[in-house]
């Protein structure tokens, strides 16, 4: 195991000093994000790794497991890469914050910690969207671990009484931010943690933050739907931007 996470390591090194550097190179594990179907598919595969993972992202790709059936009822779960037109995103100056959240914010009714817990806020997001399918699987939690580990991917806890109550979490990259789900088990406390985060984006200077499909949720706070080719313009820009989330960089 542990050899297979040094080959990670220096896997995405390599991706992290040479590869985003460069506009528009072309992923060497998928096909060009605009040769996407009308359904935003890009390809399916067996599983995952982190070092895909991070290569789909600088590449507007994003992992999205689905179950399929076969051979008399058995299901098996497979990964399916997406980079669907239109992407869903929030700008940082049209991110809506309602008189009531901004009061609890102000409240201290919780308390906001980051990367103190992250395996606690992946691990809810998967409980909390079972409902939804299983698409925080296993390996997604074994994945995103191990970029966690690098000092890629990132989680914002909130707490009541010493207790996790919400949380989200995601991947960054230079000035690029890839939020991939939240969780909350007492009202608004999911919404503190994406307050905090985009916060916390603005003040470090990020240019984006990826939310990949919108839904009406994200749209009550100020999510948009942008064009694919405009979302592949303003990912590169953002790869271009040497930024540090500055909560531990790969070593």
Not at 132 to 155: C, D, K, M, R, V
Request: hydrophobic share 40%; with cysteine; charged share 20%.
């Amino acid at each position: 195991m542990s050899r297979s996470i040094d080959k990670n390591k220096k896997e995405i090194k390599k991706i992290l000093a040479s590869e985003i550097l460069t506009p528009f190179l072309p992923s060497k594990r998928f096909a060009d994000a605009s040769k996407a179907n009308r359904k935003g598919l890009i390809g399916i595969s067996g599983g995952l790794q982190s070092v895909g993972v991070l290569d789909a992202f600088i590449h507007g790709i994003f992992p999205w497991p689905f179950e399929c059936e076969y051979a008399k009822g058995k299901v098996k779960t497979l990964i399916g890469w997406f980079s669907v037109n239109p992407r869903c995103i929030f700008e940082f100056d049209r991110f809506h914050i309602s008189r009531r959240l901004a009061r609890t914010c102000r409240s201290g009714r919780f308390q906001v910690t980051m990367d103190t817990d992250f395996h606690g806020v992946i691990s809810g997001c998967a409980q909390a969207h079972q409902s939804q399918g299983t698409w925080i699987t296993p390996e997604i939690i074994n994945a995103y671990t191990e970029l966690h580990q690098f000092g890629l991917s990132h989680s914002i806890e909130v707490w009541r009484n010493g207790c996790l109550v919400g949380g989200i979490y995601g991947t960054a990259i230079r000035g690029f931010f890839e939020a991939e789900s939240m969780f909350h088990l007492e009202r608004d406390a999911s919404k503190v943690a994406l307050v905090t985060l985009i916060e916390h984006l603005k003040k470090q200077g990020f240019l984006l933050l990826d939310i990949q499909v919108i839904n009406d949720h994200t749209a009550s706070l100020g999510a948009i739907e942008i064009p694919r080719k405009e979302y592949l313009k303003r990912l590169h820009l953002a790869l271009q931007k040497n930024i540090s989330f500055e909560s531990g960089v790969i070593s």
